[in-house]
């Protein structure tokens, strides 16, 4: 079996296309969740062709599977 490397899928309206501040938190598209970078990558493409319009809208890919098994050399220790 693969490894599954989770990808979240998630947009919504920008307060401003520069930056990274939604407009309204209460509106977010969660997409999905994915097994694969591929499946995601096919699912953002697929969301943010369809808002093409809407300049202030925009779509990310989150690596969940980054933020669940980090990178023990990028981790400090606690204490």
Not at 3 to 28: C, I, M, N, T, Y
Not at 51 to 77: K, S
């Amino acid at each position: 079996m693969t490894k599954q490397l989770l990808h979240l899928v998630f947009g919504g309206e920008l307060v401003d296309p520069a930056g990274l501040d939604f407009a309204d938190l209460s509106k977010l598209d969660i997409v999905g969740i994915y097994p694969s970078f591929a499946e995601a990558e096919a699912a953002w493409r697929a969301k943010a062709q369809a808002t093409i319009d809407n300049a202030q809208m925009r779509y990310f890919v989150v690596h969940l599977h980054r933020l669940l098994e980090p990178d023990p050399a990028l981790v400090t220790p606690a204490g």
